[in-house]
């Protein structure tokens, strides 16, 4: 069981500026979820994926997009940065989206928008 | 709306005190609730699920409880290595993989 993992794992960008954010499913593992969080909070739902179609969006404005892939990868990609981005952005997989299992984050990368 | 509140969200306690830790919840339709711990720069780690009033789980020095409307985590004789922020979640089923989670109770356990 290789685990989650994300990349980068710090990430600094300017105000308007475009970011990929990549992760790395367990194995197996055909689902997955993106997080925000920001300092002092919890992480709050971006959106879902399942079997490579989004199954679920948040409060999170169409500049957040994702992409799921048929390795167990997955990537976030926000437009139009903007300086309440700033956040640690997370990753997690769960086995099937259906069951209500528990999820299985990763890390985070910590993204900082100047 | 906060459907998930924690308290305190703060704690302090000396080694070996127990106590603690409240997750409440105003949701309908509850699937399940969702206990992880945090450490600093790091990702929510899964520690336990609850699906049922009535319900516990224990791990070493956690136990996870569940009511209609609340959850408990109770730490036993905690240890310095028990620091780390703890997180609730619900899953109310309406939208696949979608946890509401609360802000959290940040747990210091001083020798």
């Known amino acids: 069981e290789t685990g989650v993992t994300q990349s980068p794992t710090h990430l600094i960008k300017t105000r308007g500026q475009q970011v990929t954010l990549r992760c790395s499913s367990q194995?197996?593992?055909?689902?997955v979820s993106w997080y925000q969080q920001a300092l002092g909070q919890g992480p709050q739902f971006i959106f879902q994926?399942?079997?490579?179609?989004?199954?679920g969006r948040g409060n999170f404005p169409p500049r957040f997009s994702g992409l799921q892939f048929p390795n167990y990868s997955s990537e976030l990609n926000v437009n139009a940065l903007e300086l309440d981005d700033s956040a640690l952005y997370l990753c997690?997989?769960?086995?099937?989206?259906?069951?209500?299992?528990?999820?299985?984050f990763g890390n985070g990368t910590r993204l900082t928008v100047t | 709306e906060d459907q998930v509140t924690q308290s305190p969200e703060a704690l302090r306690l000396q080694e070996g005190e127990s106590s603690s830790l409240n997750c409440s919840y105003t949701?309908?339709?509850?699937?399940?609730l969702f206990w992880y711990r945090q450490d600093p720069g790091k990702g929510p780690e899964f520690l336990f699920t609850l699906y049922s009033a009535g319900e516990e789980k224990e791990k070493e020095r956690l136990k996870a409880t569940l009511t209609k409307k609340e959850s408990f985590l109770h730490i036993t004789a905690p240890k310095p290595e028990d620091s780390a922020t703890y997180l609730c979640a619900v899953d109310r089923g309406s939208t696949l993989g979608r946890l509401y989670f609360g802000r959290g109770t940040q747990l210091t356990v001083w020798p």
């Open positions: 949701v309908s339709g509850l699937r399940g």
């Open positions: 194995s197996g593992h055909n689902t």
């Open positions: 997690a997989s769960s086995l099937d989206g259906t069951s209500g299992g528990p999820l299985h």
């Open positions: 994926y399942y079997r490579e179609e989004e199954n």
